[in-house]
């Protein structure tokens, strides 16, 4: 057994591309360092991961980010992730996402754009599917766009409703809790510009606003949020690059302060995290500057829940590297790495 009361992290990587697939870590409280403890490949690709109380401890979600996308459940008492059954498919393909949503979870299937409900019992574990929610559309992007690519899931403050990041019809779902059922009911739906590519989002600490991050075009879209009715508003783009960037970038990931002074933006190709600082209402979002990410490819950034670190998970180059925030700039100073192979993401207790 490890010792639960200290730090500890979990990082996803892809199996198909030589990860390890779930390596558990502690974490160092003065230094931010990672030491893994174990790993689990007994799912294939889990590329996400979400954790959630349950009345006998903390437990450890995943998707298999596969054709035939399924989740699974982990006990993440030992040293190692230990699986809660078997997976259980989603009824989408390649899930990319998933969020724990009450006594529901929610996953974003990127290959078949879509949204899938899966019920969760007392102890964690997971039920089939009771609901798959299909987008419809597409986008201008001949290679990316031709359907629908939901790209995530994210419950909103107060869990009344839920937002699904849409790639390939450049739009966000907005989703209600059904009071009755728990389950998720179509409610609106905000469209971008065309051609953008929506990724993934984030929340304003306060919950007036929403941060959407592109993929296909460097941008960051900053749109207000209204809690009371379940609107979503854009009111403007900025860049997440300098003027005159070298080749081609692919944002993946944002990530906003706790104080919302900063927000943070992983930029693949470019292979930087790019420092955005917010104005006091949150309405505008302007970029202060780049620096590496510590490796190639960051496809995912996490805070440590005391916000005074900033981690990124470099795909290809196979590594997570930490980073020291100066409070007076929200700029991230390197300050270490672990190998983890084709690591797609981290997350912390």
Do not use: K
């Not at 009361?5 to 931010?32: N, P, Q, Y």
């Amino acid at each position: 057994m490890v010792d639960t009361t200290s730090g500890r992290a979990f990082i996803g990587s892809f199996t198909s591309a030589g990860g390890r697939g779930i390596i558990a870590a502690t974490v160092d409280a003065g230094t931010g360092a990672l030491s893994p403890t174990g790993a689990t490949d007994a799912l294939a690709d889990p590329s996400y991961l979400a954790l959630a109380p349950t009345a006998t401890g903390p437990v450890l979600y995943a998707v298999s980010e596969a054709t035939e996308g399924a989740v699974a459940a982990f006990d993440i008492g030992g040293a190692a992730p230990s699986p809660l059954g078997d997976p259980v498919p989603v009824g989408g393909a390649g899930p990319t996402h998933l969020a724990v949503h009450g006594r529901r979870l929610l996953t974003a299937n990127y290959g078949s754009g879509s949204v899938s409900v899966l019920p969760l019992a007392d102890d964690g574990s997971v039920g089939a599917a009771e609901a798959v929610l299909p987008h419809q559309g597409s986008g201008p992007d001949a290679d990316r766009q031709l359907g629908p690519h939901a790209h995530q899931v994210v419950p909103a403050p107060g869990g009344r409703w839920v937002l699904a990041v849409d790639l390939g019809t450049d739009s966000v779902h907005v989703y209600a809790r059904d009071p009755g059922t728990g389950g998720l009911v179509r409610h609106g739906e905000t469209a971008l510009r065309p051609g953008t590519g929506p990724r993934h989002l984030a929340f304003h600490p306060a919950g007036s606003h929403v941060y959407v991050l592109n993929e296909l075009e460097p941008t960051l879209t900053v749109c207000r949020w209204d809690a009371a009715t379940g609107g979503l508003d854009p009111v403007g783009e900025t860049p997440v690059l300098p003027d005159g960037a070298a080749g081609p970038a692919y944002p993946s990931e944002v990530v906003v302060a706790p104080d919302g002074r900063y927000l943070w933006v992983a930029n693949r190709g470019h292979d930087s995290i790019a420092v955005l600082a917010l104005d006091p209402d949150g309405e505008r979002a302007v970029l202060r500057t780049t620096v590496p990410c510590g490796g190639h490819w960051p496809r995912d950034l996490a805070l440590d829940p005391a916000g005074r670190r900033l981690y990124a998970a470099n795909e290809r180059s196979g590594n997570v590297s930490w980073f020291t925030i100066e409070p007076g700039t929200g700029t991230p100073r390197w300050a270490g790495s672990l190998d983890a192979p084709a690591a797609s993401c981290v997350i912390f207790t």
